[in-house]
């Protein structure tokens, strides 16, 4: 008896640590593609001589992230032969990351921009979708015990895939430090990557049973969702045909007086464009869901908007990180073109110590988060955070080589090297850290007041919702931010990039009751989490 009940308690261990284990994999694979569509992706494109406002335009290949919610539905609903509804849908978008890698590796981002650009927004789009199911089955895999460490292990491993896409790629492609790459070979790389994790989940992973489905629920979301992707593009067709060359018409007159050069003059037009094809296609989007009784988006947005001072909660959410995704949208073209650091020296200070300072501010808001509170730390780490913009402004007016930095020695660990020793800049290092360690701790604090709105009002479908809503700053301001700082120059957008972060101040301020209303454990007013 006790060696069969000492068996049973190994297999019970030896089953959670492949649980946590998975959680790990799946983590490192969610976070891979997404520098390869951001920073990574901002670095070829610089690296390749694009000018910054083009760049700028292409950082709305990550609008997916920003949408996923639409489509998570249909993911949630139907099975995949032989694999199961979680595994299945897992398999199939990691294959299909795998491919649209592999067909962005051969499109040249000069030469057929608009293919690059779209096989960029299906690499974004599959991404997105896989994270969809990852969060999915980490919630039914995990028992409530294991899921605090679960979550901690799947952070993990999202930050280690971005140090690889997104700092140790830099140091790769550096023509005088790493390993001789080019970009085409750092993406063909990263497709084997996500091949091996669709062997991997296909073969390793846990079964899961899934409970079944409504049927009818899930055609009015079928039908619902398709009447949303058809409005889009007659938007995207309707911006394209008359919005677009409207705009150009409009302002070009304008422009040729106030703003020299026919290329900046045309993206400002583009923005205008873009704009008003936005204003055409959201409401007909709106539209198109409820003719087709798109249930799981409506009953969503009106259960969140039938709450007191919704309105007022979703503004603060997209403006707090709204200065610092100004700040962050172009830093990469920023550090590579306009400061003339190298490749191998942004990756190692910007991506990958950048990153780990960027958790060890997490943590350290956590820690503060309980002696400050909800409401005070929001407002601390958001000053700190616009605090931080200014940095890159006296680095753009300073200078490199103003403070004394360190040299990194050479080394040659097999998967990367730098060929000989290479100096990091002091002002470069003392910049990012304090606009990692402060965009940590205000990322801490964002991500309780979001957990507070949903554990005390919302479902876990308007969590989802608000967190998409979180995400329009980093995607939306990329192409006003190119075309800004190649009119007004660095120092100027950076100055704008701090100003930008004062709204969402006010706002706190004006929601300072409310927010500290969050701070009360629902326990203490004698509720309980259904």
Known sequence: MPEATLSAGAMTRAAALRRLAVVLVLGFASGLPLALTGQAMQAWLSMEGMDVATIGFLSLVGLPYTFKFLWAPLMDRF???WLGRRRGWLVLTQLALAGTLLLLAGTSPTNA???FALLAVAVAFMSAS???VIDAYRTDLLPARERGLGSSLNVMGYRLAMILSGGIALIWTDP???GGWDWPTVYRFMAALMLGAAVLSALALPKLRQPDMPPTLARHDVLGFLAVLAAVAVGV???DRLLAPLAHWLLMPVLDVGVSGAALRSRWADLLGLLLGIGFTLPLAAWAARKARFETLLNGLSSYFSQSGAGAFLAFI???KLGDAFAGSLMTPFLLKSMAFSPAEVGVVNKIIGLWLTIGGALLGGLLMLKLGLWRSLLL????????NMGFWWLAVAGKGLMPGLTLPAFDWGFIKLAMPTPVDGGLLMVIAFENLSGGMGTAAFVAFLMSLCNQRFTATQYALLSAFASVGRVWVGP????LAQTIGWPSFFIVSTVAALPALWMLWWLRHSVRALEVDPSARGSSDD
Do not use: C, E, K
């Not at 780490?381 to 931080?388: D, K, N, P, R």
């Open 480 to 483: 006003l931010a190119g075309v």
């Open 130 to 132: 896989q994270d969809v």
């Open 176 to 178: 005088n430090q790493g």
């Open 113 to 115: 921009t608009r293919a």
């Open 79 to 81: 099975d995949l032969p």
């Open 381 to 388: 780490f958001g000053i700190l955070q616009m605090a931080s």
């Open 237 to 239: 067709g309707v911006t």
């Open 318 to 320: 997209v403006l707090y």
